[in-house]
């Protein structure tokens, strides 16, 4: 089930989530140069941030990369047609760029005399007013391969490339650096490289030689797979065309679970099969860049890329019938997707595919299995059959590569990152650049050039008898273990089977004279997935015992202040009032790095492949969260990565996990005045507390179980009140007729609102003459961001977060204080009366 934890930003438009994406987007632009250093071309301007068919689209997918680049810059396609109609996004049609309400959005408009005015006013639009100069000035800062420009952009306070040196240490013999080291090995070896796509290769050979629904019952049970969800921080194990999530029960906390679901759409949300938006259109021709690359370096010419995208996307249209991805943001989603069942229930009520096999043979042992989606399991069910065994496979085809793509070797990485870097103008999104890219992998992934590779003396040849292995713990064979850590080691009479990866690695190695940059890259893509060895590497590296100090005693302070909050509510009886308090008082305060650590001396990367390291790190992480949940307090386990630049809460646990990723830049200094730290940082804290008392949080108790504890009269209150703000926002028009999604944002809305009010009451508490302009400006700025057009539109559809400029001016105009702080009147736009207010906890 997609239901990790709440994070401050998730797939978010000023730091993509929150800064995880950002993170990925800002190396893949780093890539993106030195990969045109080898081929003469300047990249056009893309995509990332500089602070990982219809038939039109379908048919385009099966020309070269570059026909593709062009049909989808040209917006052709029959799905973007119907949307550019629907939503007022054609060319055609004037667009209307002065309906933002009640405030336009500067990441459109900033700089143009015609919409934004000249002079910036606190009573219009304080986000404005605060970051006018920032944003006039964001769009130099835009580097190839950017799609937002933001002051949390920079929060990190420890440099990514930093990580190649504390690994390269030999006078560091921990297992931590051992295992650091074991894993960059594989990442910068063309050998280790080269095995890892002939790994990966062997589940599309196997499922050839599938001819009957019993031997493809076999194959989903024998051939699972994992994959890591970027957007969501999470890693789920594949079964055919099922999805496996690992993890606590939702009602016993003490329990281990697996749950079955849909594998993540590849057109995001079930409404673009019905009607595609641009968003659905783009989703699509990006996918069918990736399986074309895809089959390529599988060697798999044999195979079309259209045909098996077109009807993979039917296949999921049909199990997805009757349910809507919207549905995800009702109150009772939770309940309704909580369906306990035993293995003998799968096999009764879903007869023909192998639900209850794949449960007997699951890699990972649990307690307790979960139908998530019996609507997706039944239709599923249903489709399953002998008649539908060629599309079925194909399905399952097209879903390993593109789930596996960037798992299987570094150039594998690189590439579905760059293309999923978006060239975003307005509404027609369109793929990055590629085109000098493309000429070599044209060249490089040709029959004549496969064929060529395969004979020359010491070729790595694919071996069509190797045995898929569903042990990610199994080394590669004994040739690749001998593999170096030194990208020259292997090349020349070790050529890979894809050869394109030697020229990128050698652009990377001469890049800026930064040959350091694949292992420090590779290194961040490791701890996204398993966090231990990296963090414990840096815990060791920085002195951050002051600021750990005073993060934990910001956090004790807020979480003290909330109970007046709490207190004052009027709406709240005594009895769900003495409940909230007891869960604030018990939650768990995360900060900076893990207090414990795993032992980390059983565990070995050595001689693994590419694919057989991020496989493994993968299932390592799934263990240690399990094994988390079997022995509590052994380990301090983490949702993610504490180096995020991101902080979240955890409604499992019951838990804030504030990442020393954020603790720089514009969130914290240590000679802070209190009026900054509590208008950055403070307003973090208080966001990730404010998790637990948001629509979602408030179903679970302080414990992490999902158990109400509310009176019937309290919960129905706390639901007009949520119902006011989904209204609100519903209401709001963020740009070209376009309103917000008011059930998609209603959680971030809540934490947002209550996190900004709970630091402000506390640095009240804590100086009651605090400078509250200075508090006030400085959540402003944490919020400063200019997006790319299209990336607006895409978070607007997509974000459960607001638009930055919504997050600060919907948050601080619910409080007295800013409007007597800055002069605000009624009638000004920043003026919002006391029975208008949208804050659920006032």
């Not at 030999?170 to 002939?198: F, H, L």
């Amino acid at each position: 089930m997609m239901f990790p934890f709440r994070i401050l930003a998730d797939k978010m438009k000023v730091t993509g989530g929150l800064l995880m994406r950002r993170n990925n987007k800002q190396l893949i632009a780093v890539l993106l140069a030195a990969a045109m250093a080898f081929t003469g071309c300047a990249p056009a301007a893309s995509t990332g941030d500089a602070s990982g068919t219809g038939e039109t689209a379908s048919a385009a997918v099966a020309e070269t990369l570059q026909a593709q680049t062009e049909e989808t810059e040209a917006g052709t396609s029959e799905q973007e047609a119907a949307s550019e109609e629907e939503y007022a996004d054609t060319k055609d049609t004037p667009v209307v760029y002065d309906d933002g309400t009640p405030w336009l959005d500067t990441s459109l408009y900033v700089g143009d005399p015609s919409f934004m005015p000249e002079e910036s006013s606190a009573a219009d639009d304080f986000y404005y007013y605060v970051n006018k100069e920032y944003l006039e000035n964001a769009e130099a800062n835009f580097t190839a391969g950017s799609i937002v420009v933001s002051e949390l952009g920079n929060a990190n306070p420890f440099d990514f490339t930093e990580y190649t040196a504390l690994i390269d240490d030999e006078s560091n013999t921990s297992d931590a650096a051992r295992i650091m080291r074991e894993i960059t090995t594989a990442a910068t070896s063309q050998k280790a490289n080269a095995k890892g796509v002939q790994e990966a290769s062997v589940f599309l050979t196997d499922l050839d030689q599938v001819e009957t629904l019993d031997q493809l019952s076999d194959f989903i049970v024998s051939h699972p797979y994992y994959m890591f969800d970027t957007e969501h921080y999470t890693c789920y194990q594949i079964y055919g065309l099922s999805l496996v999530s690992y993890g606590k029960d939702l009602k016993d906390i003490t329990k281990t679970s697996a749950g079955f679901d849909s594998i993540p759409l590849i057109l995001k949300d079930t409404s673009e099969y019905e009607k595609r938006t641009s968003i659905g259109a783009n989703e699509e021709a990006n996918a069918g860049t990736l399986l074309t690359a895809g089959y390529r370096w599988m060697l798999r010419y044999d195979l079309d890329p259209s045909g098996d995208l077109a009807d993979t996307l039917d296949v999921e249209q049909r199990y997805m019938e009757g349910i809507d991805s919207q549905d995800a943001y009702a109150m009772d989603y939770l309940e309704k997707a909580y369906n306990p069942v035993t293995k003998e229930d799968l096999a009764s009520t879903y007869g023909a595919y192998p639900f209850s096999r794949i449960a007997e043979n699951l890699t990972h042992d649990v307690e307790i299995l979960i139908d998530y989606s019996p609507a997706f399991c039944e239709n599923l069910n249903k489709m399953y059959t002998e008649e539908n065994l060629e599309i079925l496979k194909k399905a399952i085809r097209v879903q390993y590569v593109l789930n596996t793509l960037q798992l299987m070797s570094f150039s594998g990485y690189y590439y579905a990152n760059t293309i999923r870097n978006f060239d975003y103008d307005r509404y027609q999104i369109t793929v990055s650049d590629t085109s000098s890219l493309d000429s070599v992998i044209e060249a490089a992934t040709s029959e004549e050039a496969g064929a060529q590779y395969a004979t020359e003396e010491g070729a790595v040849e694919v071996d069509a008898g190797m045995e898929y292995s569903v042990e990610p713990a199994e080394p590669v064979e004994e040739e690749a273990a001998e593999a170096s850590t030194e990208m020259t080691d292997d090349q020349g009479d070790e050529a890979s089977v894809f050869p394109y990866h030697d020229q990128l690695l050698d652009a990377i190695e001469q890049s800026n004279g930064n040959k350091d940059l694949l292992t420090a890259i590779m290194a961040d893509a490791s701890a996204n997935i398993y966090y231990e060895p990296l963090t414990q590497l840096v815990a060791e590296k920085v002195d951050s015992a002051r600021m750990k100090s005073d993060v934990e005693e910001m956090c004790a302070n807020i979480i003290r202040e909330y109970h007046g909050i709490i207190n004052r509510q009027e709406w709240l009886s005594d009895e769900t009032k003495a409940k909230a308090i007891e869960k604030i008082d018990s939650m768990t305060v995360r900060t900076l790095f893990p207090d414990k650590y795993s032992d980390l001396s059983g565990l070995s990367f050595e001689g693994l492949s590419y694919y057989g390291v991020f496989q493994k790190l993968i299932d390592t992480s799934i263990a240690a969260n399990l094994d988390s949940i079997r022995n509590p307090g052994q380990v301090d386990f983490w949702p993610a990565s504490p180096l995020l630049t991101n902080a979240f809460y955890s409604p499992d646990d019951n838990s804030i996990n504030i990442c020393y990723g954020i603790m720089g830049g514009a969130c914290y200094s240590a000679d802070a005045e209190p009026e900054l730290n509590y208008g950055a940082i403070g307003t973090v804290i208080g966001h990730e507390i404010s998790h637990a008392f948001d629509p979602q949080g408030a179903l679970f108790d302080k414990e992490g179980n999902m158990s109400s504890w509310w009176t019937d009269e309290d919960f129905a209150a706390f639901n007009k009140r949520i119902d006011k703000m989904v209204d609100y926002f519903n209401n709001m028009v963020a740009f070209d007729g376009l309103h917000m999604n008011g059930p998609m944002v209603k959680g971030e809305v809540s934490a947002d609102v209550t996190g900004l009010k709970a630091s402000l009451e506390t640095l009240l508490a804590v100086k009651p003459d605090a400078d509250l302009e200075t508090f006030y400006r400085q959540y402003a700025s944490l919020w400063a961001s200019k997006n790319k057009p299209g990336y607006d539109y895409y978070c607007l559809k997509t974000d459960e977060h607001p638009l930055g400029y919504q997050r600060v001016n919907v948050s601080v105009m619910q409080n007295e204080s800013f409007f007597e702080t800055f002069g605000i009147r009624e009638g000004d736009k920043m003026y919002m009366a006391p029975e208008d207010r949208i804050a659920i906890w006032e």
